[in-house]
């Protein structure tokens, strides 16, 4: 959240000040990484005076500076994280830069704060288009500094496998790369770019990624997609799927027919992954298992699968598929860990009662949801898909529909009003997604995070923006600027981030939008090829 801050005496914070009261371990560690600037030695908090009061939330905390020094009292360890965050933001720009100044005047504030939504969200497509872990890393500290807390990654999709298995080897081996990419894929016939694309984690990057998240009060929360998208898993295993034919690592975009099997092997396989995901990543409270755009015509069509169903006594493929996904989600309950699922697996029915629905398709499905009682995370096309062009100049850059801008963001109500307090109750949170077909580098990711990015972390944080939300963005884009990040600036990309004259055009939102309704009515559907 970006604060308001009330300018009325100084204060300098800095590294050497002699005394300083005694912070506990955990919660001074957590200022110290959240002002690093500060070079705060361990037992040494310099003049912050850092306490805990477990009357207030985890996330809560009061932040007190005045002539009489800085005073943090938090929750717990993320609110001492996010009071610090706070008392950095309260610091000039430069202050967020590496440099050898270590002294900076404090304005006297205080602020009591704590965050409307729990869980705060960025979504990561890296199967369409991989991002190294050091590029994992960064958005983790950035995400800190938004006091953004999940970063949902969408580790597996037609288009690639993006982590070790120790398990099954050629996941990472054959799944995680493909020898060239379309680039005009709603154009037939379909043009390559004949470039290699692929990477994965490694179980130990996925480790670290685990440790450094939480860290800084993020959890990493993996995705597993199935029992669609699965032409990069059936590329490895094509005896998963539900033809036992052998497909390729996709090489376009678009929703391919590919399905795993349900039966019990792919159940192990799955339940082996989860092993491994959990083992490397620690503490894992969540792990997402998908269930959005399956074609499950190949279910229908196979006798094998058909039989199976009668055996378990259903009589649709949609009811399998309810089963399956169910299954997955009772094996992650044995594990720790609790389900999440794309709004078609809550349309298919079935799900376990504690598993979270992420209602893309729009919050009139995600309202069905919460009144299901299922916890729900707002993560709807409009406006949290942060693929869809921030404004509809033809100078945008590569999107894959038109126009979500910064305010679009602004406005949204993740709990609307016009809800019962029981539904509204059911909303955990928001969270942005970016699907990376049209985001195939790090410096995109960075267009077309921020500042969406900054809207969505003050909405989730405080329910919805303030007054005066584009002032305090415009201020907060002085130290994005000086963090490094390339963001789109307010007026328009800059000339070497427009749009390739030779790029695709957008899908128009209102054709968009027309056929996620379709879909809301029939869970069956799919999507045309993007
Ligand atoms: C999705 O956009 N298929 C979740």
């Given at each position: 959240?970006?604060?308001?801050?009330?300018?009325h005496?100084?204060?300098?914070?800095?590294?050497?000040?002699?005394?300083?009261?005694?912070?506990?371990?955990?919660?001074?560690d957590?200022?110290?990484?959240a002002?690093?600037?500060?070079?705060?030695?361990?037992?040494?908090?310099?003049?912050?005076?850092?306490?805990?009061?477990?009357?207030?939330?985890?996330?809560?905390?009061?932040?007190?500076?005045?002539?009489?020094?800085?005073?943090?009292?938090?929750?717990?360890?993320?609110?001492?994280?996010?009071?610090?965050?706070?008392l950095?933001?309260?610091?000039?720009?430069?202050?967020?830069?590496?440099?050898?100044?270590?002294?900076?005047?404090?304005?006297?504030?205080?602020?009591?704060?704590?965050?409307?939504?729990?869980?705060?969200?960025?979504?990561?497509?890296?199967?369409r288009?991989?991002?190294?872990?050091?590029?994992?890393?960064?958005?983790?500290?950035?995400?800190?500094?938004?006091?953004?807390?999940?970063?949902?990654?969408?580790?597996?999709?037609?288009?690639?496998?993006?982590?070790?298995?120790?398990?099954?080897?050629?996941?990472?081996?054959?799944?995680?790369?493909?020898?060239?990419?379309?680039?005009?894929a709603?154009?037939?016939?379909?043009?390559?770019?004949?470039?290699?694309h692929g990477?994965?984690?490694?179980?130990?990057?996925?480790?670290?990624?685990?440790?450094?998240?939480?860290?800084?009060?993020?959890?990493?929360?993996?995705?597993?997609?199935?029992?669609?998208?699965?032409?990069?898993?059936?590329?490895?295993?094509?005896?998963l799927?539900?033809?036992?034919?052998?497909?390729?690592?996709?090489?376009?975009?678009?929703?391919?027919?590919?399905?795993?099997?349900?039966?019990?092997?792919?159940?192990?396989?799955?339940t082996?992954?989860?092993?491994?995901?959990?083992g490397?990543?620690?503490?894992?409270?969540?792990?997402?298992?998908?269930?959005?755009?399956?074609?499950?015509?190949?279910?229908?069509?196979?006798?094998?699968?058909?039989?199976?169903?009668g055996?378990?006594?259903?009589?649709?493929?949609v009811?399998?598929?309810?089963?399956?996904?169910?299954?997955?989600?009772?094996?992650?309950?044995?594990?720790?860990?609790?389900?999440?699922?794309w709004?078609?697996?809550?349309?298919?029915?079935?799900?376990?009662?504690d598993?979270?629905?992420?209602?893309?398709?729009?919050?009139?499905?995600?309202?069905?949801?919460?009144?299901?009682g299922?916890?729900?995370?707002?993560?709807?096309?409009?406006?949290?898909?942060?693929?869809?062009?921030?404004?509809?100049?033809?100078?945008?850059?590569?999107?894959?529909?038109?126009?979500?801008?910064?305010?679009?963001?602004?406005?949204?109500?993740?709990?609307?009003g016009?809800?019962?307090?029981?539904?509204?109750?059911?909303?955990?949170?928001?969270?942005?997604?970016?699907?990376?077909?049209?985001?195939?580098?790090?410096?995109?990711?960075?267009?077309?995070?921020?500042?969406?990015?900054?809207?969505?972390?003050?909405?989730?944080?405080?329910?919805?923006?303030?007054?005066?939300?584009?002032?305090?963005?415009?201020?907060?884009?002085?130290?994005?600027?000086?963090?490094?990040?390339?963001?789109?600036?307010?007026?328009?990309?800059?000339?070497?981030?427009?749009?390739?004259?030779?790029?695709?055009?957008?899908?128009?939102m209102?054709?968009?939008?027309?056929?996620?309704?379709?879909?809301?009515?029939?869970?069956?559907?799919?999507?045309?090829?993007?």
């Open positions: 959240m970006i604060p308001h801050p009330a300018l005496s100084d204060l300098s914070v800095s590294c050497d000040l002699a005394t300083g009261a005694t912070v506990s371990g955990d919660l001074a957590a200022v110290r990484l002002l690093p600037m500060l070079d705060l030695r361990p037992g040494d908090s310099g003049e912050i005076d850092v306490r805990q009061d477990a009357a207030l939330g985890e996330e809560a905390y009061r932040l007190t500076t005045g002539s009489r020094g800085v005073e943090i009292v938090a929750g717990g360890r993320a609110g001492a994280f996010y009071a610090a965050q706070s950095h933001q309260l610091l000039p720009d430069a202050s967020y830069r590496f440099s050898e100044q270590a002294s900076w005047p404090v304005p006297g504030v205080r602020i009591e704060d704590a965050p409307r939504f729990p869980w705060r969200g960025l979504h990561l497509d890296v199967a288009h991989f991002f190294p872990k050091r590029e994992l890393l960064r958005l983790i500290d950035l995400m800190a500094v938004h006091k953004l807390n999940r970063l949902h990654l969408h580790l597996v999709d037609d288009q690639g496998w993006r982590v070790e298995s120790r398990a099954y080897p050629p996941l990472h081996e054959v799944s995680s790369h493909r020898p060239r990419t379309a680039v005009h709603h154009d037939e016939p379909a043009e390559y770019d004949d470039v290699p990477g994965y984690y490694t179980l130990d990057d996925l480790a670290e990624i685990g440790a450094y998240a939480r860290a800084r009060c993020v959890t990493v929360v993996p995705e597993i997609d199935v029992p669609g998208h699965a032409s990069a898993i059936l590329a490895a295993y094509p005896s799927g539900a033809t036992g034919e052998r497909y390729d690592v996709l090489d376009r975009w678009g929703i391919s027919p590919a399905i795993l099997s349900p039966l019990p092997p792919t159940v192990e396989f799955l082996t992954i989860f092993d491994e995901l959990i490397a990543l620690g503490e894992t409270p969540y792990v997402h298992i998908g269930g959005d755009e399956v074609v499950l015509d190949h279910w229908g069509a196979s006798a094998e699968i058909t039989a199976y169903r055996s378990l006594g259903l009589s649709t493929s009811e399998l598929q309810a089963w399956f996904l169910r299954r997955l989600a009772d094996a992650l309950a044995e594990r720790g860990a609790r389900a999440v699922v709004d078609e697996a809550f349309v298919g029915g079935g799900l376990r009662q598993t979270i629905v992420m209602p893309w398709r729009g919050m009139g499905v995600g309202r069905r949801a919460a009144a299901a299922h916890d729900v995370v707002a993560t709807p096309v409009f406006p949290l898909y942060f693929d869809y062009a921030e404004s509809g100049s033809p100078d945008e850059p590569r999107a894959i529909g038109d126009t979500i801008t910064v305010e679009d963001v602004a406005a949204f109500r993740p709990a609307p016009d809800w019962t307090d029981d539904e509204r109750a059911r909303v955990v949170g928001a969270q942005a997604q970016l699907w990376s077909e049209r985001v195939p580098d790090a410096r995109t990711v960075d267009y077309k995070l921020w500042p969406r990015a900054c809207a969505l972390a003050e909405v989730a944080w405080s329910g919805g923006t303030a007054d005066g939300f584009t002032g305090r963005l415009e201020r907060h884009l002085g130290r994005l600027d000086a963090i490094g990040v390339e963001y789109r600036p307010l007026a328009g990309p800059h000339p070497w981030q427009r749009r390739h004259p030779h790029r695709p055009s957008r899908i128009p209102s054709e968009r939008m027309a056929h996620i309704e379709a879909m809301t009515h029939d869970p069956e559907s799919t999507r045309p090829s993007l």
